[in-house]
């Protein structure tokens, strides 16, 4: 199956700071990617779209000017945490769909914001 | 999407099938029905998908009922690396990109020695 990377693979930063994480399509072009979150032992949820060329659509709840979303190129989409606090700690994966419409994702983040 | 319902956990032996059900009584004819796995600390691994005939690939089988109702994901000789929680997702197909996946709790999949 197609291969999508995150980077980092995980993250420790003070609060305050701004953390960016990167998601990249590896073998495959992604006009979309999306942004999930996942608290401990709860599942995933979607916090946003990632379009290539266009700006981000954000799921109810979500701040904008919190997460920011950058969608670069056809491989790369970012997602930048913005003053981070503790309870914005997280585990934060990308996926991106193939050809075919199959959401391939990303090995996730782990943040902790101390 | 339709909504799923999926057996919170289940438990299966170590070299026996694995089968883990999923209700989908409210699928739309163009909705295709998705299975992925999330290991422990890790992203979700795709599994399989289908429409309404049965699929087979390295990973699992699906089997997906007659009125699409309900399918079951079948692991063949399961070993203690397919510990997972198994999740069945129903969404609209067909390469559309922006059909993102909604998670819903998914089956705690436990394979024991």
């Known amino acids: 199956g197609a291969v999508v990377s995150q980077h980092p693979s995980r993250v420790i930063c003070k609060s305050g700071t701004s953390v960016k994480i990167e998601c990249r399509s590896l073998d495959f072009q992604a006009t979309t990617m999306f942004w999930y979150r996942q608290f401990p032992k709860k599942s995933l949820m979607l916090m946003a779209t990632s379009n290539e060329g266009s700006k981000a659509t954000y799921e109810q709840g979500v701040e904008k000017d919190k997460f920011l979303i950058n969608h670069a190129s056809l491989t790369l989409s970012t997602l930048t945490v913005t003053s981070a606090h503790p309870e914005d700690s997280s585990f934060y994966i990308c996926?991106?769909?193939?050809?075919?419409?199959?959401?391939?994702f990303g090995p996730g983040t782990r943040l902790t914001v101390l | 999407d339709a909504k799923t319902t999926q057996p919170p956990s289940m438990d299966c032996a170590e070299g026996r099938a694995a089968n883990l059900p999923c209700n989908h009584s409210?699928?739309?004819?163009?909705?295709?029905v998705y299975w992925y796995r999330q290991i422990h600390s890790q992203g979700p691994q795709y599994i399989i998908h289908?429409?309404?005939n049965n699929e087979t690939n390295e990973m699992a089988s699906l089997i997906i009922t007659e009125d699409r109702k309900s399918s079951t994901l079948i692991l063949p000789h399961a070993t203690l690396r397919d510990t997972a929680v198994y999740y069945c997702i129903v969404r609209v197909g067909g390469g559309n990109a922006g059909n993102m996946l909604t998670f819903g709790g998914g089956t705690r999949l436990m394979v024991k020695p």
């Open positions: 409210t699928i739309s004819g163009n909705e295709y």
């Open positions: 996926s991106a769909p193939d050809r075919a419409d199959t959401q391939y």
């Open positions: 289908g429409l309404k």
